[in-house]
């Protein structure tokens, strides 16, 4: 069947105007959304995309992932303790033994007789319902408590695994365009002393300028040579490390279109109190922990304490001939379970506990001064390393000036090649401490941040 085309509006252009940017739109968000590219294509990376892949893919998020719903298995497992438990159970019986066979039987004739008569077999159903209603278990309150907070564990672990992650992403992603910085100026010093290098071999040959400086500055181009060799193999090391830190398990060409930053310096003081740290997530998580162990022991010792439960339960049974017996009952009871003692199970029960309870209350007293001193010495690397980025972008403009003065100096004849080619090392020695120093710094601002804060949000260098 064929229809007719619909007339044209004449305000379709515009629409179409509107509409194919908005589906182009759309689609480029889906195919961002689905995950990175082939492996023999390109991925173009920014901070917020790299931080996103990571948060997906990711192994160490998925392993958090996996044990917060393993500990939510458990902590829906123990509402069963306080459901009631319904048992249906249903049988076809059939008996066929000897002991049926050849009953005698009296038998009303005249003259009254005695008879063997067969029984067997016997056949009958019986079904019966029970019901059981736990009341009070103690035991069971505190397993619930114990894995209300092992979930709320996992789920603080999980945030920190998330908040340490995005962390390691700005590390590797910073790291990696600090290793192509690191190019860049080797193949800019490269340049400089192939320049170099020109201008001598002119000078030879008008006979102004010795032979020994057209050696040095041939070994100066050799040596930068292989500079620039080393500068590229660390920027595909810094490559491998961000795809493992990502969780990609392809080996896509990686384009990353963000800088590193300007550090920010500090602005607020060296921390002095330790209850900042309060907002961290691996300190709640411990502490949660530590109240499943204490629910861990209030667990172990209720096992002393009785269990009372609602008991019901209706039978019915039927049995064919011979015996023609069909009957029908129901019980309804109160349950009380006790065992004072049950040996060494209960006595090591408690003791198991006791111990994991008082090995994470170390735990957790070793993370507090871990953390104590982690916020200090980050906070104080942060300081360091602003300082040490202000320096190294002095010195490089420093070094510039230096390297443009012997050059002009040594074209007048007034410097030899040695102060040249000294000039040019410490003008690419300058660049490439500025461009550590920047890196650095970016990193343990972050890393400060990591130390004392809670946030999990956007990661901001």
């Known amino acids: 069947m064929t229809h007719a085309p619909a007339p044209k509006s004449p305000r379709s252009p515009i629409a179409l105007r509107w509409i194919f940017p908005g589906l182009l739109a759309l689609f480029a968000a889906s195919a961002m959304a689905a995950g990175p590219e082939p492996a023999d294509g390109e991925l173009t990376l920014s901070l917020d995309r790299a931080l996103e892949i990571a948060r997906q893919e990711n192994p160490r998020i998925a392993i958090g992932r996996a044990r917060r719903a393993g500990a939510e298995g458990a902590r829906v497992r123990s509402r069963q303790v306080f459901s009631p438990r319904l048992t249906l159970d249903a049988y076809h019986l059939r008996l066929d033994t000897s002991v049926l066979d050849n009953i005698p039987t ?84 490269l340049a400089t002393a192939r320049r170099v290098l020109r201008r001598a071999e002119a000078g030879f040959e008008q006979e102004l300028i010795a032979p020994v400086d057209v050696l040095s500055a041939r070994t100066r181009v050799s040596a930068m040579q292989a500079r620039v060799a080393a500068a590229e193999a660390r920027v595909v090391a810094a490559h491998a490390i961000l795809r493992q830190v ?60 009785p269990d009372l439960n609602l008991y019901a339960r209706f039978d019915h049974v039927d049995v064919n001939d011979p015996l023609s017996f069909d009957e029908t009952g129901w019980l309804v009871a109160v349950n009380l379970h006790w065992t004072p003692f049950l040996g060494f199970d209960q006595v090591g029960a408690l003791g198991e506990a006791r111990a994991t309870e008082a090995e994470t209350r170390a735990r957790l007293r070793a993370l507090r001064q871990r953390a104590w001193a982690e916020a200090q010495t980050e906070h104080a690397n942060w300081q360091a390393e602003v300082q040490r980025w202000r320096a190294a972008s002095k010195g490089v403009l420093e070094a510039e000036e230096a390297l443009e003065l012997t050059e002009a100096r040594y074209a007048e004849g007034l410097d030899d090649i040695t102060a040249l080619l000294r000039a040019q090392a410490e003008e690419l020695a300058a660049r490439t401490r500025e461009i550590s120093a920047r890196f650095e710094a970016v990193v343990a601002a972050e890393r400060y941040r990591l130390a004392v804060s809670h946030d999990v949000g956007k990661v901001q260098p």
């Open 106 to 189: 009296f038998e009303p004739d005249f003259p009254p007789v005695f008879v063997g008569l067969d029984f067997g077999p016997l056949e009958g159903n019986v079904a019966s319902v029970e019901l059981v209603q736990p009341l009070i278990n103690v035991g069971a309150w505190s397993a619930r408590r114990q894995a209300g907070r092992a979930l709320e564990a996992a789920d603080l672990e999980l945030q920190r695994a998330r908040r340490e992650v995005d962390v390691a992403v700005l590390e590797a992603y910073f790291g990696a365009c600090t290793a192509q910085r690191q190019v860049e100026a080797e193949q800019k010093g």
């Open 246 to 305: 990502l969780g990609i398990d392809e080996d896509p060409e990686l384009i990353l279109t963000d800088r590193v930053p300007q550090p920010s310096p500090p602005v607020d003081e060296a921390p002095q109190r330790r209850e900042m740290l309060s907002g961290r997530r691996d300190l709640q998580a411990l502490q949660k922990g530590l109240e499943a162990a204490e629910h861990g022991v209030e667990r172990a010792r209720a096992t002393w304490l």
